[in-house]
């Protein structure tokens, strides 16, 4: 059973702060790694995805992996009350069936202003 | 942009009512998958499909079953509708290779 855990929050921060994720996965070979954001009664959006050890950046968020930690985690930088939402961090293994992605429970992120 | 098109927002059926979700999508991705998501326990997979015709069980299968006859199209059927399987009901897709998925808008399902 591939697990992949979160903190679940949830995570309060002010309007302007850094929000930092954690995400833990217990597949070594895991290769793929994707942070999805879920706003209230909708479905989750791809926001981030890494592949390799680093970190990557796109806009005010910045994914991080360390696969000798079997560790990915995503910082908000700036962060502003739309950011408020459930992130879902999702694991794909080398060795996972067709592609499926494996999800954890996710963290709840509230930006107060 | 991929589209993933989920025919029902909301839906409200009685128990035990044969029930259709279908899903959309308009562009050739091979795989397809049915989630749920409840409180508290997160996405769990139902069915996927990575072929016209093909399919497998994920960690949930019972009480549903798939169809998939045609690429585009991946319909999730909730055999004889029982109360537990109100939830929220979550199509995705995905192409061949190192990416994500992309999600349906969901289906809302209370059974009454």
């Known amino acids: 059973q591939k697990e992949v855990e979160q903190n679940s929050g949830p995570l309060s921060v002010p309007e302007g702060a850094i929000a930092s994720l954690n995400c833990t996965y217990s597949d070594r070979v895991s290769q793929s790694f994707f942070w999805y954001r879920q706003y209230s009664g909708k479905s989750p959006e791809l926001i981030m995805s890494i592949y390799s050890n680093g970190d990557k950046e796109d806009g005010r968020f910045t994914a991080q992996l360390n696969k000798a930690s079997q560790y990915v985690s995503l910082l908000i930088r700036d962060s502003q009350p739309s950011d408020s939402a459930t992130y879902l961090c999702?694991?794909?293994?080398?060795?996972?069936?067709?592609?499926?992605?494996?999800f954890g429970r996710g963290t709840q992120l509230t930006v107060w202003p | 942009d991929v589209k993933v098109t989920q025919s029902s927002r909301y839906l409200v059926k009685r128990t035990g009512e044969k029930v259709f979700l279908e899903c959309v999508q308009d562009m050739d991705h091979e795989n397809m998958f049915w989630y749920r998501q409840d409180p508290g326990l997160g996405l769990r997979l139902i069915y996927f499909s990575y072929d016209v015709k093909m399919k497998e069980k994920g960690d949930i299968p019972e009480g549903y079953s798939v169809s998939r006859e045609k690429k585009e199209r991946f319909s999730l059927i909730l055999e004889s509708a029982s109360t537990n399987q109100t939830s929220m009901y979550l199509c995705a897709t995905q192409t061949t290779g190192h990416y994500g998925y992309t999600f349906g808008s969901g289906t809302r399902l209370t059974v009454v």
């Open positions: 999702a694991v794909k293994g080398r060795g996972s069936t067709l592609g499926r992605l494996y």
